[in-house]
């Protein structure tokens, strides 16, 4: 097969988290890789037989990289595939995500990290990594096998949704993990305390007649966990933080060089409890959304490093299991497509620069599962998105390529469209002109 | 405003349409529709006490009950309401049916809905599942109890019971008391109470108060006798006893020492005071039946004739709506 012509992108506003540059820019692509980058300037001396690309000042930066993100394969592939996924994942300028084991059969086993890594093989639209169980079934009674899983290929455990209850039993996964460096992810909250929620207790709340726990729940779990990392050495990611008063933990935590990345969804900044409105179940989430004051300390915990990681928690659910009363309703909502724009709202509201935003979402978690990926570097793999930051968008839940559409951002007005993204020097995506 | 005795010319002078295609909140009506709504179902009270009940203001219509959860009296209620107004009324027990066959709550609506009943009336275990249910259909939704939400037409009743009690709602101090948090009655009574320009007060312990509460436009209290003191009603709210499993009280009788209502304790209220209860009653729970047997303090036999002709009044006033649309 002939080698892809070199691909020259001039003409753009280079934004790269490792090197800190955000300004003029091009870069060459060959192969799978960025071969050179010019900073300051387009390239003046091209030559031989390539592809030119004028970005128009668009942004480029590395593709995105999604922590978080729930398909239906195996098992439910109504919901997604990882096709479907990583279509989905290609329109949102997100190059390499992390598929959830919380599947059927979970991924509990390294024959199934197998086989979602043989499917992810065949898939050019995006990049799959492979999340293990941290225990069996995800019930939080044995440990999964987490190196054999490990061998397979998976870069880290997490039981999703479900918090590991007996402090024994995430201790051990924690000393167990260790050995094979492999992160252990966990949901902060204490399950006792929310069992039955549908949302964040609160006058709002209180008023719709909806079970509710306290956000106090998730500092409670947050402060456990904390405390057996540090006990354990463990590399621990906060899986989703939401609430102020966790926060205030984890900078305790970060403060005494405790081993721990967090993340906080791109819903959760971006939507607080009014959302729910008058019982829509598209904003039912899992952790619930929280009030506004905590949403705001979460935007500032972005701004200011403490949180590291953004994931758009990617939960696709179809219609018929959110088209139910407010409690049975499933939670959570499809993000992959609406990541980018909704995270640049608050590079439009100047509450933190693009550099850092991107850095979330980018450098940030390719550090946490060590890829070399999320930098505009010679020798970098070439995965890239394209994106006019000022492009009106108007979300309309039906046109996501996502197979199920249920999304919290249907309707919402936000900026910056993807314009074209790439794989390993691939185009798998390009906006419609 | 007195209770005089109304013919149906009367009771057909005083029908107004509803403000909206459904009832869903007692929030959905201001005040000015709540008097009027409380105008109506007086003159439906006095024309429930004649011999000849039945009316045609209804004729033509179908009333469906459609109840998820089981309710002998709320049912009850609607029904006769229905049927003395002249429409024809069918009862859907659905608990039983279709959804223990996995069919959803829109299936079911979406199906009875092509039978083109004229008003559904809805109980469901979930908060919002009348307000999803409304989006669905065709014809006017009434909210007769959705999980802890509200119970709307319980509300009504119950300012009915007030005004005639009292001649008035507005500036009567009431205290709710009891399991506030898991009570659709509190929410709905707590909303059009302050609608007529009643005083609120909730109480009840910590354990059964819900985040928030002070919020709502009422004053919370944890103990009993200073939150019924000078209180002109006081309404008491069942404590399902599923609650002594979830930790929320430790036992029956503790909860009756502390929170139920008894004579001593009503002695701290107003000298007129007034004894409501929605029902169906735990007496010696959250009320001594002393108290709840006595005529000159309680009204509780009063909110169960009240029921029927609240009921009369807000199905009269929906379909006068749909007579326009």
């Known amino acids: 097969m002939a080698r892809a012509r070199p691909i020259a992108f001039q003409n753009a506003r280079l934004v790269d988290p490792e090197s800190g540059y955000d300004g003029p820019g091009a870069l060459v692509v060959s192969g799978e890789t960025i071969v050179d980058v010019s900073k300051g300037k387009d390239f003046s001396n091209l030559s031989g037989d390539l592809q030119v690309i004028d970005c128009a000042g668009g942004m480029l930066a590395p593709g995105l990289i999604d922590l ?20 989905a ?29 043989r499917r992810a093989r065949d898939i050019e639209a995006a990049r799959i990594l492979c999340a293990g169980a941290a225990t069996r079934r995800l019930k939080g009674e044995q440990i999964a096998e987490i190196g054999l899983m490990r061998e397979a290929g998976c870069v880290y455990v997490t039981d999703v949704d479900h918090a590991i209850v007996d402090s024994r039993v995430l201790r051990r996964v924690m000393a167990y993990a260790k050995t094979f460096d492999m992160a252990v992810a966990h949901r902060p909250v204490d399950p006792w305390l929310t069992r039955g929620a549908a949302a964040t207790e609160g006058e709002f709340a209180g008023r719709l007649g909806l079970p509710s726990g306290p956000a106090m729940a998730e500092r409670i779990g947050l402060e456990r966990d904390l405390a ?17 008063g966790a926060l205030e933990a984890l900078a305790r935590a970060k403060a005494r060089g405790v081993k721990v990345t967090a993340t906080a969804s791109i819903n959760h900044l971006s939507f607080n409890e009014l959302d729910i409105g008058d019982y829509r179940t598209f904003a039912k989430l899992d952790p619930p959304l929280r009030s506004e004051d905590d949403r705001q300390a979460l935007i500032d915990a972005l701004a200011s490093g403490l949180v590291d990681i953004v994931v758009s928690a990617h939960a696709p659910a179809p219609a018929e299991d959110k088209r139910l009363p407010y409690d049975e309703a499933t939670p959570g909502g499809v993000g992959l497509e609406t990541l980018l724009p909704a995270l640049l709202v608050h590079y439009h509201d100047g509450r933190a620069p693009l550099i850092d935003l991107l850095r979330a979402v980018t450098l940030a978690p390719a550090t946490f599962l060590g890829l070399s990926s999320g930098r505009l570097t010679p020798g970098a ?26 999304s919290p951002f249907d309707g919402r007005r936000l900026q910056g469209q993807v314009l074209r993204t790439v794989v390993a020097g691939k185009m798998v995506y390009r906006a419609a002109e | 405003m007195t209770a005089f005795a109304p013919g149906i010319d009367d009771v057909r002078a005083r029908t107004f349409p509803f403000p909206r295609r459904h009832f869903l909140s007692a929030m959905d009506v201001n005040v000015v529709e709540a008097q009027q709504l409380l105008d109506l179902a007086d003159g439906f009270v006095a024309l429930n006490r ?42 859907m027990s659905v608990k039983t049916s279709s959804v223990a066959k996995g069919e959803t709550l829109i299936d079911t609506a979406v199906t009875l809905n092509a039978m083109q009943p004229d008003l559904l009336v809805v109980r469901h275990a979930s908060s919002g599942a009348a307000a999803l249910l409304s989006q669905k259909v065709g014809c006017s939704v009434i909210n007769a109890g959705d999980g802890q939400h509200e119970h709307p037409t319980q509300a009504l009743l119950d300012a009915l019971s007030m005004r005639r009690a009292f001649g008035h709602v507005a500036g009567l101090t009431v205290a709710i008391c009891g399991d506030v948090m898991h009570s659709r009655v509190a929410r709905s009574n707590v909303n059009l109470l302050n609608i007529l320009g009643a005083e609120v007060r909730l109480v009840g312990p910590p354990t059964l108060m819900p985040a928030g509460a002070e919020h709502w436009g009422a004053t919370v209290y944890h103990d009993l006798e200073k939150g019924i003191a000078g209180a002109d009603v006081v309404m008491m709210l069942r404590l399902q006893l599923e609650r002594m499993q979830g930790a929320l009280v430790p036992s029956t009788r503790e909860y009756f020492r502390f929170w139920g209502l008894d004579r001593e304790k009503l002695k701290a209220a107003s000298g007129g005071v007034k004894v409501m209860h929605p029902g169906p009653m735990n007496r010696g729970v959250e009320i001594d039946s002393d108290v709840a047997d006595d005529p000159a303090v ?22 006068a709506r749909l007579d326009n649309h």
């Open chain 1, 68 to 87: 978080r993100v729930k398909t239906g394969e195996p098992g439910a592939e109504t919901r997604e595939t990882l096709r479907s996924a990583a279509q």
């Open chain 1, 89 to 117: 994942a290609a329109a949102g300028g997100v190059t390499s995500f992390v598929v959830q084991p919380d599947t059927d059969p979970a991924v509990d086993d390294p024959s199934v990290v197998d086989f979602i890594l």
């Open chain 1, 228 to 244: 057996l990392a540090e006990l354990t050495g463990a590399r621990l990611l906060v899986d989703q933080i939401t609430s102020a």
């Open chain 1, 381 to 406: 793999p070439a995965d890239l998105v394209l994106c006019d930051l000022g492009a009106p968008v108007i979300i309309d839940a039906d046109k996501l390529v996502s197979k199920s559409k249920n």
């Open chain 2, 50 to 91: 004649q011999t000849t009940k039945k009316l045609d203001l209804l004729k033509g219509r179908t009333l469906m009950n459609l109840f998820f959860e089981n309710s002998t009296r709320t049912q009850a209620s609607f029904e006769l309401a229905g049927k003395r107004l002249g429409a024809d009324v069918m009862n």
């Open chain 2, 298 to 319: 309680s009204l509780i036999q009063d909110q169960v004739e009240m029921g029927v002709a609240a009921r009369m009044a807000v199905l009269a006033s929906l379909a």
